[in-house]
Protein backbone atom coordinates (compact mmCIF):
# COMPACT_ATOMS: atom_id res chain seq x y z
CA UNK A 1 0.00 0.00 0.00
CA UNK A 2 1.23 3.15 -0.98
CA UNK A 3 1.36 5.90 1.77
CA UNK A 4 2.49 9.43 0.40
CA UNK A 5 1.67 11.52 3.22
CA UNK A 6 3.11 15.01 4.20
CA UNK A 7 5.67 14.65 7.25
CA UNK A 8 7.18 17.34 9.28
CA UNK A 9 10.62 19.22 7.80
CA UNK A 10 13.88 19.35 9.41
CA UNK A 11 12.82 22.87 10.41
CA UNK A 12 9.76 21.51 12.73
CA UNK A 13 7.41 22.85 10.38
CA UNK A 14 4.10 20.43 11.10
CA UNK A 15 2.00 20.20 8.37
CA UNK A 16 -1.93 20.97 8.85
CA UNK A 17 -3.96 17.51 10.05
CA UNK A 18 -7.49 17.33 9.13
CA UNK A 19 -8.03 15.47 12.37
CA UNK A 20 -7.04 18.49 13.84
CA UNK A 21 -10.34 20.22 13.87
CA UNK A 22 -13.17 18.51 15.35
CA UNK A 23 -15.57 16.60 13.82
CA UNK A 24 -13.24 14.85 11.01
CA UNK A 25 -15.54 11.66 9.62
CA UNK A 26 -13.35 10.69 6.85
CA UNK A 27 -10.09 12.21 4.83
CA UNK A 28 -9.33 10.69 1.64
CA UNK A 29 -5.68 11.79 0.36
CA UNK A 30 -4.98 10.41 -3.00
CA UNK A 31 -1.54 10.33 -2.20
CA UNK A 32 -1.63 7.98 1.00
CA UNK A 33 -2.95 4.96 1.55
CA UNK A 34 -3.24 3.59 -1.81
CA UNK A 35 -3.50 0.06 -3.00
CA UNK A 36 -3.09 -0.68 -6.93
CA UNK A 37 -3.02 -3.55 -8.98
CA UNK A 38 -0.51 -2.59 -11.19
CA UNK A 39 -2.37 1.12 -12.37
CA UNK A 40 -5.43 0.76 -11.30
CA UNK A 41 -6.77 1.49 -7.66
CA UNK A 42 -8.06 -1.03 -5.69
CA UNK A 43 -8.47 0.33 -2.39
CA UNK A 44 -8.49 3.78 -0.64
CA UNK A 45 -7.77 3.82 2.86
CA UNK A 46 -9.22 7.72 4.93
CA UNK A 47 -6.47 8.94 7.19
CA UNK A 48 -8.51 7.98 10.10
CA UNK A 49 -8.55 4.28 9.14
CA UNK A 50 -12.00 3.73 9.48
CA UNK A 51 -13.31 4.05 6.14
CA UNK A 52 -12.39 2.37 2.98
CA UNK A 53 -13.00 3.40 -0.64
CA UNK A 54 -12.92 -0.05 -3.01
CA UNK A 55 -14.82 -0.95 -6.38
CA UNK A 56 -17.32 -3.34 -6.64
CA UNK A 57 -15.20 -5.59 -8.93
CA UNK A 58 -12.49 -5.74 -11.28
CA UNK A 59 -14.24 -4.24 -13.98
CA UNK A 60 -15.50 -0.94 -12.00
CA UNK A 61 -11.46 -0.14 -10.85
CA UNK A 62 -10.73 3.79 -11.10
CA UNK A 63 -7.36 4.65 -12.84
CA UNK A 64 -4.65 6.00 -10.36
CA UNK A 65 -1.79 8.64 -11.12
CA UNK A 66 0.74 10.48 -8.26
CA UNK A 67 0.18 13.55 -10.38
CA UNK A 68 -3.34 13.72 -11.30
CA UNK A 69 -5.46 11.88 -8.76
CA UNK A 70 -8.10 8.55 -9.03
CA UNK A 71 -9.43 8.71 -12.60
CA UNK A 72 -13.26 7.37 -13.35
CA UNK A 73 -14.56 6.53 -17.09
CA UNK A 74 -18.09 8.30 -16.72
CA UNK A 75 -19.56 5.00 -18.32
CA UNK A 76 -23.09 5.08 -18.01
CA UNK A 77 -23.39 1.21 -17.47
CA UNK A 78 -21.09 -0.46 -14.82
CA UNK A 79 -19.07 2.49 -14.71
CA UNK A 80 -16.09 3.24 -12.79
CA UNK A 81 -16.59 3.79 -9.04
CA UNK A 82 -15.65 3.03 -5.51
CA UNK A 83 -18.20 1.79 -2.97
CA UNK A 84 -18.02 2.97 0.82
CA UNK A 85 -16.77 0.28 3.50
CA UNK A 86 -16.15 -0.12 7.05
CA UNK A 87 -13.17 -1.10 8.64
CA UNK A 88 -14.03 -5.05 8.12
CA UNK A 89 -14.85 -4.58 4.45
CA UNK A 90 -18.31 -4.21 5.19
CA UNK A 91 -20.58 -1.59 2.79
CA UNK A 92 -21.90 1.11 4.98
CA UNK A 93 -22.97 5.15 4.65
CA UNK A 94 -21.39 7.87 6.05
CA UNK A 95 -24.88 10.45 7.31
CA UNK A 96 -24.61 13.51 8.12
CA UNK A 97 -27.07 15.29 10.19
CA UNK A 98 -27.73 19.29 9.73
CA UNK A 99 -29.69 19.12 13.05
CA UNK A 100 -26.63 17.65 15.21
CA UNK A 101 -24.21 20.51 14.43
CA UNK A 102 -24.13 20.74 11.03
CA UNK A 103 -21.57 19.06 8.12
CA UNK A 104 -18.95 20.05 5.65
CA UNK A 105 -17.66 18.67 2.65
CA UNK A 106 -15.24 19.38 0.93
CA UNK A 107 -13.84 17.51 -2.45
CA UNK A 108 -10.77 18.43 -5.06
CA UNK A 109 -11.95 17.12 -8.45
CA UNK A 110 -11.78 17.93 -12.43
CA UNK A 111 -14.55 17.04 -15.08
CA UNK A 112 -14.23 16.91 -18.19
CA UNK A 113 -17.16 18.49 -18.69
CA UNK A 114 -18.39 20.63 -16.38
CA UNK A 115 -22.02 21.02 -17.55
CA UNK A 116 -22.63 17.37 -17.87
CA UNK A 117 -25.04 16.91 -14.95
CA UNK A 118 -22.85 14.34 -13.48
CA UNK A 119 -22.26 12.61 -9.90
CA UNK A 120 -19.25 13.38 -8.15
CA UNK A 121 -20.56 11.78 -4.93
CA UNK A 122 -23.91 9.88 -4.15
CA UNK A 123 -25.38 6.57 -3.08
CA UNK A 124 -25.34 2.65 -4.02
CA UNK A 125 -29.02 2.38 -4.07
CA UNK A 126 -30.78 5.45 -3.82
CA UNK A 127 -30.89 8.85 -6.14
CA UNK A 128 -31.54 10.53 -3.07
CA UNK A 129 -28.60 11.93 -1.83
CA UNK A 130 -25.64 13.16 -4.15
CA UNK A 131 -23.61 15.67 -5.37
CA UNK A 132 -23.37 16.40 -9.17
CA UNK A 133 -22.32 19.63 -11.24
CA UNK A 134 -25.17 21.04 -13.41
CA UNK A 135 -26.16 19.93 -16.69
CA UNK A 136 -26.13 22.99 -19.41
CA UNK A 137 -25.49 25.67 -16.85
CA UNK A 138 -23.18 27.15 -14.26
CA UNK A 139 -24.34 25.59 -11.39
CA UNK A 140 -23.75 22.82 -8.76
CA UNK A 141 -26.27 20.58 -7.35
CA UNK A 142 -26.32 19.11 -4.07
CA UNK A 143 -29.56 16.49 -2.80
CA UNK A 144 -30.04 15.50 0.26
CA UNK A 145 -32.94 13.04 1.75
CA UNK A 146 -34.47 13.48 -1.66
CA UNK A 147 -34.44 17.36 -1.98
CA UNK A 148 -32.40 19.20 -4.76
CA UNK A 149 -30.41 22.46 -4.32
CA UNK A 150 -29.36 24.14 -6.93
CA UNK A 151 -25.99 26.57 -6.29
CA UNK A 152 -25.47 29.74 -8.82
CA UNK A 153 -21.38 29.90 -9.65
CA UNK A 154 -20.33 33.46 -9.55
CA UNK A 155 -16.42 33.77 -8.47
CA UNK A 156 -15.76 32.32 -10.83
CA UNK A 157 -18.60 32.52 -13.30
CA UNK A 158 -17.42 28.64 -14.54
CA UNK A 159 -15.78 26.17 -14.30
CA UNK A 160 -12.44 25.44 -16.97
CA UNK A 161 -13.21 21.43 -18.41
CA UNK A 162 -10.17 19.45 -17.04
CA UNK A 163 -9.00 21.94 -14.52
CA UNK A 164 -8.91 20.81 -10.63
CA UNK A 165 -10.99 23.15 -7.99
CA UNK A 166 -11.90 22.36 -4.30
CA UNK A 167 -15.45 22.59 -3.86
CA UNK A 168 -16.61 22.89 -0.29
CA UNK A 169 -19.91 22.18 1.00
CA UNK A 170 -20.15 24.17 4.52
CA UNK A 171 -23.93 23.76 6.42
CA UNK A 172 -24.80 24.81 9.62
CA UNK A 173 -27.09 23.46 12.46
CA UNK A 174 -30.02 24.87 10.95
CA UNK A 175 -29.29 24.02 7.14
CA UNK A 176 -28.03 26.67 5.69
CA UNK A 177 -25.54 25.69 3.26
CA UNK A 178 -22.78 27.82 1.43
CA UNK A 179 -20.44 26.36 -1.22
CA UNK A 180 -17.05 27.53 -1.82
CA UNK A 181 -14.89 27.51 -4.62
CA UNK A 182 -11.43 27.25 -3.81
CA UNK A 183 -12.46 28.62 -0.57
CA UNK A 184 -14.44 31.68 -2.24
CA UNK A 185 -17.56 31.64 -0.88
CA UNK A 186 -20.73 31.55 -3.55
CA UNK A 187 -23.21 33.68 -3.37
CA UNK A 188 -26.25 31.67 -3.82
CA UNK A 189 -26.64 29.85 -0.47
CA UNK A 190 -29.75 27.22 0.12
CA UNK A 191 -31.47 25.77 3.18
CA UNK A 192 -31.91 21.49 3.46
CA UNK A 193 -32.21 20.15 6.73
CA UNK A 194 -32.23 16.86 5.89
CA UNK A 195 -29.88 14.08 5.99
CA UNK A 196 -26.52 13.64 3.61
CA UNK A 197 -25.99 9.99 3.08
CA UNK A 198 -23.05 9.22 0.94
CA UNK A 199 -21.96 5.47 0.28
CA UNK A 200 -20.30 6.14 -3.04
CA UNK A 201 -17.49 8.04 -5.15
CA UNK A 202 -17.28 8.42 -8.67
CA UNK A 203 -21.22 7.70 -9.32
CA UNK A 204 -24.47 8.14 -8.32
CA UNK A 205 -27.34 5.90 -8.63
CA UNK A 206 -28.63 6.15 -12.17
CA UNK A 207 -26.07 6.92 -15.69
CA UNK A 208 -24.97 10.29 -14.83
CA UNK A 209 -21.32 9.06 -13.50
CA UNK A 210 -18.24 11.02 -12.96
CA UNK A 211 -15.84 11.30 -15.94
CA UNK A 212 -12.75 13.01 -14.32
CA UNK A 213 -10.51 12.89 -11.65
CA UNK A 214 -10.35 13.07 -7.36
CA UNK A 215 -7.39 13.68 -5.47
CA UNK A 216 -9.24 14.56 -2.16
CA UNK A 217 -12.41 13.99 -0.28
CA UNK A 218 -12.61 15.24 3.23
CA UNK A 219 -15.91 14.95 5.30
CA UNK A 220 -16.85 16.08 8.92
CA UNK A 221 -19.79 16.36 11.01
CA UNK A 222 -19.97 19.70 11.88
CA UNK A 223 -19.42 23.07 10.28
CA UNK A 224 -16.54 24.95 10.05
CA UNK A 225 -15.86 28.37 11.10
CA UNK A 226 -13.55 30.62 9.54
CA UNK A 227 -10.04 30.10 10.89
CA UNK A 228 -10.68 26.33 10.24
CA UNK A 229 -12.14 26.24 7.02
CA UNK A 230 -9.41 28.27 6.23
CA UNK A 231 -6.80 25.34 7.63
CA UNK A 232 -8.22 23.21 5.36
CA UNK A 233 -8.17 24.95 2.26
CA UNK A 234 -4.71 26.07 3.08
CA UNK A 235 -4.30 22.05 3.43
CA UNK A 236 -6.06 21.22 -0.10
CA UNK A 237 -4.83 23.80 -2.74
CA UNK A 238 -1.80 22.11 -3.46
CA UNK A 239 -4.17 20.06 -5.14
CA UNK A 240 -5.92 22.73 -7.26
CA UNK A 241 -4.21 23.34 -10.40
Same mark, same amino acid.
Given at each position: ?11 ? @? ?66 ? #? ?36 ? #? ?30 ? @? ?27 ? @? ?61
Amino acid at each position: MLGLGNSSSSSG @YTPFDPSSITGLIANFNFQSNITLATAELTKWVDTTGVYVLAPPDTNTRPDWDDETGVAFDGAASNPD #RLELLDGESVATAITLDSDDGGWCVAIVYTSTNWDDGK #RVIGHTSSNSNYIAHSSGSNTVLTKAGGTSKV @YSLDTPSSLTDGDFYCIMFNSDAEGLTTM @YVNNVAQADTETNTADFVISQVGAGNDANNLAGKIKNLVIYNQDLDVAQRNDLYDYLKSSVS
